[in-house]
């Protein structure tokens, strides 16, 4: 899958990061600690996954041909997601999920407020949906990572975990390249690189509220949307698409 | 996580005029109760509206005292107002 039109491209993107962390978070459901999270963590799940289809869908419209949502879920390889490193990562304990939100909703709520004033109907009506929810995923993430920070002396210590070993899937978030540089030139969207201090600022008011440091600045991973991955995504696309890989457009 | 206290929901649907009891949860606090409440109770577009009340706080009455706080309400029919015509405009009592 070489040379795709940059709207499309960019499309692909903003599904896969919701297709995949949508269904990191559904590996939580019947294990949350407690049965209200469960049901919580169900609902941001099934939240992104109605994103994903919303926007693969697009991406497969506006390609033309017979591609629709399920086909980019189910019959790409590791190789052609689009997703950034960050949303791919293991759920790991409690807070490891609840801090890779928080990165991820500040993130999500900021790009979404911009595309909503994107030119293309589609797209903004897709981000005006999204937005919605994305405001309350960040409620949920920012409220978990300030009570696990300000809890006990474990909640603290495994969330200063979290907040420090993540921090290098961060950069990727806010790269720019030639595609979104094409498409903000077009007036598509607003270039990801301006949001990042704004993000950075919300973030430390966030991690000081939950008595956590902030991380230092180190190296970034870089890759995921240029399709080169980290290990755990084959994994996790093994158990995604298992269905269709062993069964091809089974129905039921 | 056990120790969460538990809340009492109260939910507002739709075209409901008065908060309804729909079940109970734990949070820590109130802003927890309320985003669970509505995690757990308004999934399928159920409210408009949530309350959430530290079960704590709820007086009940006891559940022996059943004889003389409602016993005495069962032999008067006249209170029941099934004697009148309520005229359509009236609308909800």
């Known amino acids: 899958m070489t040379a795709n039109d940059p709207t499309v491209e960019f499309l692909l993107r903003l599904g896969d990061n919701c297709l995949i962390l949508g269904h990191r978070l559904s590996e939580w459901v019947g294990h949350a600690p407690v049965l209200e999270e469960d049901l919580g963590l169900a609902n941001v799940s099934l939240d992104l996954l109605g994103q994903a289809q919303n926007w693969l869908g697009l991406a497969g419209d506006i390609q033309g041909g017979d591609r629709d949502a399920d086909w980019f879920a189910y019959r790409r390889d590791a190789g052609e997601f689009r997703n950034a490193l960050l949303v791919e990562q293991p759920n790991g304990d409690f807070a490891r999920t609840m801090v890779r939100q928080l990165y991820f909703d500040l993130w999500h709520v900021m790009l979404l407020e911009g595309l909503e004033q994107a030119p293309d109907e589609r797209i903004a009506g897709i981000a005006a949906k999204a937005y919605k929810e994305a405001r309350y995923h960040l409620e949920r993430s920012r409220d978990w990572v300030i009570r696990l920070g300000d809890g006990t002396e474990e909640s603290h210590r495994r969330t200063q975990e979290a907040v420090d070993e993540l921090w290098i899937f961060t950069g990727e978030l806010f790269e720019s390249d030639e595609i979104e540089a094409a498409l903000a030139d077009q007036g598509v969207i607003v270039g990801s690189g301006r949001i990042a201090a704004v993000w950075k600022e919300r973030l430390a008011g966030i991690l000081a509220e939950a008595t956590l440091t902030f991380p230092q600045e180190n190296w970034m991973r870089r890759g995921g949307r240029r399709g080169i991955h980290s290990e755990h995504l084959g994994y996790l696309l093994a158990e995604m698409q298992f269905l269709q890989r062993a069964y091809p457009d089974a129905r039921w | ?93």
């Open chain 2, 1 to 93: 996580m056990n120790e969460m206290p538990l809340w009492e929901i109260f939910i507002r649907s739709q075209h409901g005029l008065a908060h309804k009891h729909v079940g109970s949860l734990h949070a820590s606090d109130a802003e927890m109760a309320i985003n669970n409440a509505r995690d757990v109770y308004t999934r399928r577009n159920e409210g408009v509206s949530i309350w959430a009340v530290r079960s704590t706080d709820i007086v009940a009455s006891a559940p022996g005292d059943k004889g003389p706080l409602f016993e005495p309400a069962n032999s008067k029919a006249y209170r029941h107002p099934t004697f009148y015509d309520i005229p359509d405009e009236v609308g909800h009592m």
